[in-house]
């Protein structure tokens, strides 16, 4: 197994990127660029790193990855990958859609241009007759909506304005709590949960929107419109990243990353959403920390955190700067949607 770190170039406001050419190379009927072209781009050089492996960085940043796999760490804080990594020849390779869709936006979450955030959707998940995970303990319908509560004092005192899809145990159809945020301009959708499976099973995972034509084994439908992702590709990847590496930071539990799927809440929404599972309720002990109030409190302001920095970092202008863009052979501009011949394209 071959792990490549590399580093993240944090680049700041009217930073400039290498000059290059994107070599683009078919593999299992998927576009792959190298990655030493992404180490060029974003200015990378080598770097001392762990032991065995091979480092590229600049700065404290580090990005993880191994040949054949979708994982993906950014600072330890693991994401998952479209497509796995692949090795041709001699070279490491990436998807050029999880360099459009995950590593350039994790890498420059600034290049996510909107307009200043105001509100936030906050969505407890279940209710009513659907109690979702259940144990001895508790009932994941009444974490999820005490989470929530909390979560809304805590940014209704920074000042942000908070619509409950549900204030209370009753029941919404998942078309109503996506209804209900796409009337609302200017917002953004969290959707909280809590997990279930075998009882060693334990940590916090956090899923956006599986980009534009590709799978996900997590897909509640074969809907065409499953299919066709969004317009906030960029922004859903930027939340989920400020919320879980806060909320993993905060709890001290398992990362389970920051994956991509098509449940039902995130796949027509039109505002930049998540959906946080803050733990196992089929786990003991992890359900019996969940049902306290300040294992409640401590993930509530986990994600009230994650929310106000995405909201500092991400919704506000931004200087015109290329955005990297290599299935298309262009450098796109973010915020006129112009595009710039810098790097051309070529198939082998």
């Known amino acids: 197994m071959v792990i490549m770190l590399l580093a993240l170039l944090m680049c700041q406001w009217g930073g400039v990127c290498a000059q290059g050419t994107w070599d683009v190379t078919s593999v299992d009927d998927v576009e792959y660029v190298k990655l ?14 762990r032991p065995g492996c091979v480092s590229y960085g600049s700065g404290k940043h580090v990005v993880s990855l191994k040949a054949e796999m979708q994982d993906f760490y950014v600072n330890n804080y693991r994401y998952v990958l479209s497509h796995p990594v692949r090795k041709v020849g001699d070279d490491l390779m990436i998807s050029s859609v999880d360099m459009r869709k995950l590593v350039d936006p994790v890498l420059r979450p600034r290049y996510s241009p909107r307009s200043k955030l105001r509100t936030v959707v906050i969505d407890p998940g279940h209710g009513g007759h659907d109690a979702g995970a259940v144990s001895s303990i508790a009932r994941e319908k009444d974490l ?3 989470v929530a509560r909390k979560l809304r004092k805590m940014l209704e005192r920074k000042g942000y304005r908070v619509v409950m899809t549900r204030d209370g145990d009753y029941f919404l159809t998942l078309q109503q709590r996506v209804d209900i945020a796409n009337r609302i301009p200017d917002s953004v959708f969290v959707s909280i949960h809590h997990n279930a499976g075998r009882s060693a099973a334990s940590g916090i995972e956090t899923f956006t929107l599986a980009p534009q034509g590709t799978t996900s084994p997590f897909a509640r439908s074969r809907r065409f ?6 317009n ?3 922004e859903n990847i930027a939340l989920a990243t400020a919320v879980h590496s806060r909320a993993i930071r905060g709890s001290g539990a398992i990362d389970r990353g920051i994956q991509r799927a098509r449940f039902s809440v995130l796949c027509t929404i039109k505002r930049p959403a998540i959906l946080f599972e803050g733990g196992f309720v089929s786990n003991p002990a992890e359900c019996s920390k969940m049902a306290t109030s300040s294992y409640q409190n401590m993930l509530a302001d986990s994600i009230c955190k994650g929310i106000d920095a995405y909201n500092n970092t991400v919704c506000r202008p931004a200087r015109n700067v290329a955005v990297a863009n290599p299935g298309s052979g262009r450098v796109r501009t973010s ?14």
Not at 36 to 49: I, Q
Not at 335 to 348: E, H, L, T
């Open 36 to 49: 030493s072209d992404v180490w060029r781009f974003y200015g990378f050089t080598p770097k001392k790193g």
């Open 225 to 230: 419109e499953d299919l066709a992702g969004n």
């Open 335 to 348: 915020i006129s949607g112009s595009s710039v011949s810098n790097y051309a394209r070529r198939k082998r």
């Open 232 to 234: 906030q590709d960029s």
């Open 144 to 146: 999820n909506l005490a």
